[in-house]
């Protein structure tokens, strides 16, 4: 199957090919939208309504890389003419990126589409070029299949063999993927133990590739007393629609809130009691992460000092209910068997860690790990800038996080141009992102070409720029048209 994929990227080399790809896949992916959806949710259990939402997001996804594959620029061309004024003197270099090959994704539990065989990743190799083998996620096998069937049948409808796509199933399958020599890269997303083997597997193979994994995030919000004063109801009720949005199994679900001691925080833990308290209870993704989350409860509640206004747990044989817990900040400053509170729990359920001081919340913050997102609620004095410790919380949440909110929760990825979905460690496992338009650029290598006739040059490099690409000579961007 790898050797199959790496014998056909040849027929990806035309862009004006891949982008027809990708606007075929996403319209045959809206075709067979009935059938996905009942499949998903037949094993997924997310619903009708956050699956039909998630299948649009996919197929504008896949949209939207066909438009940044027709424009080019991400091909980043450069074009340096020999300068013998320079010191030392410029040879004629032109530079641009190639695909890297094979990509092998392994799909995440709780996004059976749009984090899956037809997902981000999958969408934004096949732009850069690259064949794509898919190690399908166990919890939605019949839901991978019928994606693959889609976008295979995309592939033929515009002339590129079916190989370009393709799915293997089983953990056995997955393990050997990230060993294999014709693979050249892997995007995963999932948890840190597992996307941790990957990682050490893909870096210890004789060819060592680039991994970029998702792992996990606890995804911090710092609430200042003065927001809290200000609106602490409307906070409450944001961070419980934001924690149980999906049963709490958003990997930017916002699972740690460092909020003020006294009246002001009260009355937003009351907000919050009110929300959550009103949320049914759900069914997680599979029974193993069900487990895990009552467990991870239990462990939690047992510790000094931690209380659960509202206890989350085992709400049926099938179901969880959500909940919130509460401790004192300088619990988590001094360490020890606290730190569980500082670690990922999968499911409906945040940490809210009552503070006594702006260096109670430093001193914590400096103890967190990498995360996806870090939030900042503010007053509106605060926001103006007409208080200095605003601007102190964004520079100690920016080192943590590759996306920082200011009055928002962070649930809900938009696909855009500037997105950034990715952070600094256990996050990923790269600086890239794996949403927005710059996700291609992982499975891109710049080459450059020096002092070469120009019959030799790739029609990218030429001067007279017969593909009409975006591009920048001697440092400077070309006008075009």
């Given at each position: 199957?790898?050797?199959?994929?790496?014998?056909?990227?040849?027929?990806l080399?035309?862009?004006?090919?891949?982008?027809?790809?990708?606007?075929t896949?996403?319209?045959?992916?809206?075709?067979?939208?009935?059938?996905?959806?009942?499949?998903?949710?037949?094993?997924?259990?997310?619903?009708?309504?956050?699956?039909?939402?998630?299948?649009?997001?996919?197929?504008?996804?896949?949209?939207?890389?066909?438009?940044i594959?027709?424009?080019?620029?991400?091909?980043?061309?450069?074009?340096?003419h020999?300068d013998?004024?320079?010191?030392?003197?410029w040879?004629?270099?032109?530079?641009?990126k190639?695909?890297?090959?094979v990509?092998?994704?392994?799909?995440?539990?709780n996004?059976?589409?749009a984090?899956?065989?037809?997902?981000?990743?999958?969408?934004?190799?096949?732009?850069a070029g690259?064949?794509?083998?898919?190690k399908?996620?166990?919890?939605?096998?019949?839901?991978?299949?019928?994606?693959a069937?889609?976008?295979?049948?995309?592939?033929?409808?515009?002339?590129?063999?079916?190989d370009?796509?393709a799915?293997?199933?089983?953990?056995?399958?997955?393990?050997?993927?990230?060993?294999?020599?014709l693979?050249?890269?892997?995007?995963?997303?999932?948890?840190?133990?597992g996307?941790?083997a990957?990682h050490?597997?893909?870096?210890s193979?004789?060819?060592p590739?680039?991994?970029?994994?998702?792992?996990?995030?606890?995804?911090?919000?710092v609430?200042?007393?003065?927001?809290?004063?200000?609106?602490?109801?409307?906070?409450?009720?944001?961070l419980?629609?934001?924690m149980?949005l999906?049963?709490?199994?958003?990997?930017t679900?916002p699972?740690?809130?460092?909020?003020?001691?006294?009246?002001?925080?009260?009355?937003?833990?009351?907000?919050?009691?009110?929300a959550?308290s009103?949320?049914?209870?759900?069914?997680?993704?599979?029974?193993r992460m069900?487990?895990?989350?009552?467990?991870?409860?239990?462990?939690?509640v047992?510790?000094a000092?931690?209380e659960?206004?509202?206890?989350?747990?085992?709400?049926?044989e099938?179901?969880?209910?959500?909940?919130?817990?509460?401790?004192?900040a300088?619990?988590?400053?001094?360490?020890?068997?606290?730190d569980?509170?500082?670690?990922?729990c999968?499911?409906p359920?945040?940490?809210?860690?009552?503070y006594?001081?702006?260096?109670e919340?430093?001193?914590?913050?400096?103890?967190?790990?990498?995360?996806?997102?870090?939030?900042?609620h503010?007053?509106a004095?605060?926001g103006?800038?007409?208080?200095?410790?605003?601007?102190?919380?964004?520079?100690?949440?920016?080192?943590?996080?590759?996306?920082?909110?200011?009055?928002?929760?962070?649930?809900?990825?938009?696909?855009?141009?500037?997105?950034h979905?990715g952070?600094?460690y256990?996050?990923t496992?790269?600086t890239?992102?794996?949403?927005?338009?710059?996700?291609?650029?992982?499975?891109?290598?710049p080459?450059?070409?020096?002092?070469?006739?120009?019959a030799?040059?790739?029609?990218?490099?030429?001067?007279e720029?017969p593909?009409?690409?975006?591009?920048?000579i001697?440092?400077?961007?070309?006008?075009?048209g």
């Open positions: 199957m790898v050797r199959a994929a790496h014998a056909a990227r040849g027929s080399a035309d862009r004006a090919v891949r982008a027809a790809l990708l606007r896949a996403a319209d045959l992916l809206d075709e067979a939208r009935d059938q996905l959806v009942e499949a998903a949710d037949a094993e997924t259990a997310l619903g009708p309504a956050r699956l039909t939402g998630e299948l649009a997001r996919t197929t504008y996804q896949l949209r939207s890389f066909a438009t594959v027709d424009e080019g620029a991400f091909l980043d061309v450069r074009i340096d020999a013998a004024t320079q010191t030392p003197p040879p004629d270099l032109r530079r641009y190639l695909p890297l090959g990509v092998a994704v392994y799909a995440a539990s996004f059976p589409l984090f899956s065989v037809p997902g981000g990743d999958t969408a934004s190799a096949l732009a690259c064949p794509v083998i898919v399908a996620h166990p919890d939605h096998p019949a839901t991978s299949e019928v994606a069937s889609a976008l295979r049948r995309a592939a033929e409808r515009v002339g590129v063999p079916a370009v796509i799915v293997v199933h089983g953990f056995d399958a997955g393990l050997e993927l990230v060993k294999h020599p693979i050249a890269a892997a995007g995963f997303t999932g948890s840190v133990r996307g941790r990957l050490d597997a893909a870096a193979r004789p060819v590739i680039p991994f970029h994994g998702e792992l996990g995030s606890l995804n911090p919000v609430v200042t007393e003065a927001a809290a004063s200000e609106r602490g109801d409307q906070i409450g009720a944001g419980a629609g934001s149980t999906g049963v709490g199994q958003f990997c679900k699972g740690f809130v460092l909020a003020p001691a006294g009246p002001a925080g009260d009355g937003l833990l009351k907000s919050l009691t009110d959550v009103n949320t049914d209870a759900g069914v997680l993704l599979d029974h069900r487990d895990n989350f009552v467990a991870g409860i239990k462990e939690r047992e510790l000092d931690v659960a206004p509202v206890t989350p747990g085992s709400g049926g099938h179901t969880v209910s959500a909940g919130f817990l509460t401790v004192p300088r619990r988590l400053v001094e360490g020890g068997p606290h569980v509170l500082l670690e990922e999968f499911g359920v945040t940490v809210v860690a009552r006594e001081s702006d260096d919340i430093s001193a914590v913050l400096g103890r967190l790990p990498g995360n996806l997102t870090a939030t900042v503010l007053s004095a605060e103006e800038g007409t208080e200095g410790r605003a601007g102190e919380l964004i520079a100690e949440l920016t080192p943590l996080a590759g996306r920082v909110l200011v009055n928002g929760w962070p649930t809900g990825v938009a696909v855009a141009p500037a997105q979905h952070g600094p256990p996050a496992t790269s890239s992102t794996s949403v927005g338009g710059t996700a291609v650029e992982r499975w891109l290598r080459v450059a070409y020096q002092d070469t006739p120009a030799l040059l790739p029609p990218e490099l030429r001067d720029n593909l009409e690409l975006p591009r920048r001697n440092g400077v961007r070309e006008q075009r």
